[in-house]
């Protein structure tokens, strides 16, 4: 089974959890500079910088969310065979075995070799 159209929504969610880190990220310093450069006669309110507090809550819980999905979809394919090219350019092929997070991106153990899970390009 070709996973072409799992792979781009893979893709798809990874280039967005990217952006939501990134988002976040600059989130963070556009409120730090907000609240350094702020004119003191006319500070920002509570219930706005409460309102920004719970936009970054809600950025990062979206970003959580995307990696327990793909740790899901990685998990279901244990036990199955599936070929894959590695960034360097070699390919491998085998038995999924297991399942690891790492630096906050999801492997597949593929005959003792660790293959990232945006890899894979061929499910059987």
């Known amino acids: 089974m070709n996973v072409l159209a799992v792979q781009s929504?893979?893709?798809?969610?990874?280039?967005a959890s990217s952006?939501?880190?990134?988002d976040t990220?600059?989130?963070?310093?556009?409120?730090i500079i907000e609240l350094t450069?702020?004119?003191p006669?006319?500070?920002?309110k509570d219930r706005d910088f409460l309102a920004?507090?719970?936009?970054l809550n809600t950025a990062q819980g979206v970003e959580r969310m995307g990696q327990i999905l793909t740790t899901f979809q990685a998990s279901s394919l244990i036990g199955r065979e599936v070929e894959a090219v590695l960034p360097s350019g070699v390919r491998?092929?085998?038995k999924v075995q297991a399942v690891e997070i790492s630096g906050g991106r999801v492997y597949l153990?593929?005959?003792?070799?660790?293959?990232?899970?945006?890899?894979i390009q061929t499910i059987r």
């Open 109 to 119: 153990r593929v005959d003792n070799q660790q293959v990232p899970f945006e890899a």
């Open 92 to 94: 491998v092929s085998g």
């Open 25 to 31: 990220y600059q989130f963070l310093r556009l409120l």
């Open 52 to 55: 920004q507090m719970a936009q």
């Open 41 to 44: 006669l006319d500070p920002v």
């Open 19 to 22: 952006r939501a880190a990134l």
């Open 37 to 39: 450069s702020q004119n």
């Open 9 to 15: 929504g893979i893709h798809s969610s990874l280039s």
